[in-house]
């Protein structure tokens, strides 16, 4: 099982032009979600699903789209680059569950570092 | 919303114990987890509390205490590879959805 994967590892913008990152699971999770991670910010939730076709926003959603057509894939679209979108960004997934169902274990890809101008 | 609140940095010594805190608030709480980061690469799980007590695993423990929104990570015999950041994160609400602190950078020296 390959886990996670985001592509690309790296990549540099300049301002105002678009982009998406993939994400795609090998795992059946049901739950993807796209989180990224500043200095002393810690990890902020951007978007995530908890299945095919439906989608949510999280606490930073603003100038990122998301869709998920398949269990397997889940790409962030970043509209118009802007600088304070620089950051690596990792994309994540587990098996969906109730308030009961657990921990809800998040298997994270190796990240994409993003670098706008 | 939730807020999560941990230390920035702790250092302590090879073979030493450590504890790091973390105190939330939230509504709609199912649970704390905690997730170690080495520097360059990806969080990875660590424990689960959604019951107050303490959870032991292997060199690792971690501790909830639902009445006092505070739980914490307990690392014995530390080593030299346990220098890394560590997240608590919180279970709430969407019950899918996981919000984290902002992480505790440890090092571990000789």
């Known amino acids: 099982n390959a886990g996670v994967t985001q592509t690309p590892k790296f990549q540099v913008l300049k301002t105002g032009q678009s982009m998406t990152l993939q994400c795609a699971q090998d795992?059946?999770?049901?739950?993807m979600s796209w989180y990224r991670q500043d200095p002393g910010m810690g990890l902020r939730l951007i978007h995530y699903?908890?299945?095919?076709?439906?989608?949510d926003q999280g606490e930073v959603p603003n100038g990122y789209n998301v869709s998920r057509s398949t269990t397997e894939d889940f790409p962030l679209r970043l509209l118009s680059a802007a600088p304070s979108q620089t950051s690596v960004y990792f994309c994540?997934?587990?098996?969906?569950?109730?308030?009961?169902?657990?921990?809800?274990?998040?298997?994270f890809g190796a990240g994409s570092r993003l670098t706008v101008l | 919303g939730q807020s999560l609140e941990q230390p920035s940095e702790v250092t302590a010594v090879e073979g030493a114990i450590v504890q790091i805190n973390c105190t939330y608030q939230?509504?709609?709480?199912?649970?704390l987890s905690w997730y170690q980061q080495h520097d360059g690469g990806a969080p990875t799980f660590l424990s689960y509390?959604?019951?107050?007590g303490l959870e032991e695993t292997g060199r690792f423990s971690s501790f909830l205490s639902r009445s006092d929104s505070y739980g914490y990570l307990l690392l014995q015999e530390l080593q030299m590879k346990d220098s890394a950041s560590y997240f608590c994160a919180v279970k709430a609400g969407t019950a899918s959805k996981l919000t984290f602190g902002t992480g505790t950078r440890l090092q571990v020296t000789l």
């Open positions: 509390n959604a019951l107050d």
């Open positions: 939230t509504s709609g709480f199912y649970g």
């Open positions: 795992m059946n999770h049901e739950y």
């Open positions: 699903s908890v299945g095919a076709g439906i989608t």
């Open positions: 994540a997934s587990s098996y969906s569950g109730g308030q009961f169902s657990g921990a809800n274990v998040l298997t």
